[in-house]
């Protein structure tokens, strides 16, 4: 059978739409995806310039992204110099958007109203207000949404939740989550996105969705969670970064009634500990994920011992690899969209649009108990 083509439209040209599309270029059978293709029909930016010359770079990619240019995933796309003919364009099936934060809401209720399924880049939207129209516009429309939660489709988170739930490291205690880099805050314009305020910037909404992912992934859904329960903020602090008033880094205490609580941390000013980015504590020993949290593609199970009176099950150290396929990891979620939509259904299993209004909801309250110049930010739900 030939596989289905997904028709992609892009919003914007920066970082990660380059990194999407380029992996939206590998061949599909490196992930054993032979029933999906991915074809990119248009391009859209606030420069047809900018829009030209990002086709121009896909164009000529080399290595494992020649296989989609080579096989015809760019023929006839189209460069635009805005979004709206993105938006109009009747090649597109699915518009992916890249924005920077404070516009997602803007730009997916842009694609829905102009009858577009969506994947929205993380965070979902600014504020949770903005998160409930557009799902109610998807619904109302019958659209495909989803949030680009790429870590979700990652075969390794697969291969996690399937340990924990199976009990074989005994009953689950906590887990601590982390996601920091050195951004080199004193180093950037004041106006790049990651420090200005009217952008949403800040560790919180950019990097805080990676340990809340991890939380959710394994407290959120672990079989003890029977009626899916959201979770108690106990705790949460963000240190405010001087000349700009953005977060530059941020901690949340979130408890799962019955399951177990998640002490979770993004950090803008230094790298975390890259051997133990995430680690899940059983009564039996840890489940401990090498860096990055994103992206893992390595854990260890780590005893908790030795203590020869414990009957356990788990005795020594074992760590287990799950290589991504060739390039960045980002496929495996463009997979899931297109099969979604060929199946007509309206929202991802894995990454429900429920959780994405849960995660808001907690980022909201985090914000708004934190002392920075984002925390009285309002998004742009109703206009
Ligand atoms: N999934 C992931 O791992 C991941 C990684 C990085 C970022 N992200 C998310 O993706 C989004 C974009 O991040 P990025 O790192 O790609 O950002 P970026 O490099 O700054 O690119 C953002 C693009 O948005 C467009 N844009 C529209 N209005 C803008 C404005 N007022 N100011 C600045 N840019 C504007 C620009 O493209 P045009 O000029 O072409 O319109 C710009 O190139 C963020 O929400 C971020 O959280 C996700």
């Known amino acids: 059978m030939s596989p289905f083509t997904l028709r992609w439209g892009i919003i914007s040209t920066g970082n990660i739409a380059n990194t999407f599309c380029k992996d939206l270029l590998v061949d599909p059978s490196t992930r054993k995806a032979d029933d999906v293709f991915h074809k990119i029909t248009a391009i859209g930016s606030r420069s047809v310039n900018s829009a030209q010359s990002f086709l121009n770079n896909l164009n000529s990619s080399q290595d494992h992204f020649r296989w989609g240019v080579s096989n015809g995933a760019l023929d006839g796309c189209s460069a635009y110099g805005n979004y709206d003919q993105v938006y109009n364009d009747p090649n597109v099936d699915v518009v992916y958007i890249a924005a920077p934060h404070t516009l997602h809401h803007k730009n997916c209720k842009d694609a829905l109203k102009a009858g577009k399924n969506v994947l929205c880049e993380k965070p979902f939207t600014l504020d949770a207000e903005e998160a409930e129209e557009l799902i109610g516009l998807a619904r109302e429309k019958g659209l495909f949404m989803m949030e680009a939660v790429w870590t979700r489709f990652q075969p390794i988170t697969y291969a996690i939740q399937e340990i924990i739930a199976s009990g074989r490291l005994g009953k689950l205690k906590r887990i601590t989550a982390d996601n920091s880099l050195d951004f080199k805050l004193d180093d950037r314009v004041e106006s790049h996105r990651m420090l200005d305020p009217a952008l949403g910037g800040g560790a919180l909404l950019d990097l805080g969705p990676y340990p809340l992912v991890w939380a959710l992934l394994i407290l959120h859904h672990h079989p003890n969670n029977v009626d899916r329960s959201s979770p108690k903020i106990l705790n949460s602090y963000q240190t405010i970064y001087g000349r700009t008033g953005v977060d530059s880094a941020s901690r949340m205490l979130l408890e799962w009634d019955g399951v177990g609580q998640a002490d979770l941390r993004c950090d803008l000013t230094c790298h975390g500990y890259m051997d133990g980015v995430v680690i899940v504590t059983c009564e039996e020993g840890d489940l401990v994920v090498v860096a990055p949290p994103s992206k893992p593609q390595t854990f260890h199970i780590i005893p908790h011992g030795p203590d020869p009176s414990r009957q356990g099950k788990v005795i020594e150290k074992e760590t287990h690899h799950y290589p991504l396929s060739p390039g960045h990891g980002m496929a495996y979620e463009a997979d899931e969209v297109a099969r979604c939509i060929q199946a007509n259904k309206k929202e ?23 002392g920075t110049k984002t925390k009285d930010l309002r998004g742009t739900a109703g206009q």
Do not use: A, K, T
Not at 348 to 368: K, T
């Open 348 to 370: 991802s299993d894995r990454m429900p649009l429920e959780e994405s209004l849960m995660v808001m909801r907690i980022l909201d309250e985090v914000r708004r108990n934190g």
